[in-house]
């Protein structure tokens, strides 16, 4: 059973994502992207813990072979949170590879570094995020994805931390 301090009621969350894929070559493409994740507690006893972000992206991709992309990408997170620590910002660069297996089934793995900003503090970490992806309909409209994000910062009194996600979007 999980511990007191865990039960936090009732909750509304929601995820949206935008992206719009270009064309620039025949192995060239660039996906821009905005993402909006919200979490919102009904307990007001554990409203603290009610956050909202926004984040912007771009990602350049080259095809390498024909089941094998180059990534290379930024992200601009902007992070408000409703606890005492307030809101942040996080930059992100990375590079890495999408090999996908058969027409449903792809990985992916990206490294690179993370630049975080709360409270005028500053954290530099590193950044490893891998994801498999199984497309279980055929015209792709709804997935399988197990992913994970590995960050450990460079600041005293940080530590590494690891998340890992499961799930089915439609």
Known sequence: ALSSTRRLGNYISSENRL?????????????????????????SAASSRDRMQ???SEQLRYLLMPTTTVLGGYRFSLNESQNAQGGSTTQSLFAGLEQSFSPRLRATLRAGTQFRSQNNAEQISPYVETSLIYELGSQGSTTSRLSGRL????????????????????
């Open 151 to 170: 960050s450990g910062a460079r600041t005293s009194g940080a530590g590494t931390y690891i998340i890992w996600t499961t799930g089915y979007s439609l």
């Open 54 to 56: 926004h984040i912007f």
């Open 19 to 43: 992206a719009a894929h270009y064309r620039l070559s025949p192995r060239l493409s660039s996906v821009t992207g905005y993402a909006f994740y919200a979490l919102e507690y009904e307990n």
